[in-house]
T-cell receptor, first 113, second 118 residues
Framework: EDKVVQSPLSLVVHEGDTVTLNCSYE??????LLWYKQEKKAPTFLFML????IEKKSGRLSSILDKKELFSILNITATQTGDSAIYLC?????????????FGQGTTLQVKP | DAGVIQSPRHEVTEMGQEVTLRCKPI?????LFWYRQTMMRGLELLIY????????DSGMPEDRFSAKMPNASFSTLKIQPSEPRDSAVYFC????????????????FGPGTRLTVT
């Protein structure tokens, strides 16, 4: 069965800390891995990764994929209270031809002032 | 662009009643997805459509759930009869086709419908 596992499930840090969120997967016909941030409403897109070893960066956030070891990490440096959210990892793949995202459980990040 | 539009935003109903959730995808997107999110199970894909045709409904929990997409700008998710365990946030998302590269695209999520069944 295809699965995506995130760790830790929850994390509490203080402003200025650096955090690393993990996502491991076992998904047939892997095509891409995506990271989303979910605050109070809908998930919003952060990154899409398709190739190993190429870091994607957006401000204080960065992510990298290892297709050999089947995992990805999301780093957030100099955290701010506005980074508090649920971070979702999703993998596109599975038995259907295309289009299906399999989500992990999410990591709930709380950044304290 | 208005983004993905869902209605209603909140729905409270009694067990046994029929519930209909609605979604309008982003214009030009040819994939539409219905998800359910709960604390226990996280975000689960229920069903998705490509060009209005259901492609994968393996996530639909049981016969009480049905989804339709009569045209490119409208989809419904219906629960009949509803049960308390259906209480969740239901998201609709849409995306463009995958193109020649054969995959890898971004899904845009609607604001969700929070369903409470008492």
């Amino acid at each position: 069965e295809d699965k995506v596992v995130q760790s830790p499930l929850s994390l509490v840090v203080h402003e200025g800390d650096t955090v690393t969120l993990n996502c491991s997967y076992e998904v047939t016909n892997f095509r891409s891995l995506l990271w989303y941030k979910q605050e109070k409403k809908a998930p919003t897109f952060l990154f899409m990764l398709t190739s190993s070893g190429i870091e994607k960066k957006s401000g204080r956030l960065s992510s990298i994929l290892d297709k050999k070891e089947l995992f990805s990490i999301l780093n957030i440096t100099a955290t701010q209270t506005g980074d508090s959210a649920i971070y979702l990892c999703a993998v596109e793949g599975g038995s259907s031809n295309t289009g299906k995202l399999i989500f992990g459980q999410g990591t709930t990040l709380q950044v304290k002032p | 662009d208005a983004g993905v539009i869902q209605s209603p935003r909140h729905e409270v109903t009694e067990m046994g009643q029929e519930v209909t959730l609605r979604c309008k995808p982003i214009s030009g997107h040819d994939y539409l997805f219905w998800y359910r999110q709960t604390m226990m199970r996280g975000l689960e894909l229920l069903i998705y459509f490509n060009n209005n045709v259901p492609i994968d409904d393996s996530g639909m929990p049981e016969d009480r759930f049905s989804a339709k997409m009569p045209n490119a700008s409208f989809s419904t998710l219906k629960i009949q009869p509803s049960e308390p365990r259906d209480s969740a946030v239901y998201f609709c998302a849409s995306s463009k086709g995958t193109g020649m590269r054969g995959g890898s695209y971004e899904q845009y999520f609607g604001p969700g419908t929070r369903l409470t069944v008492t």
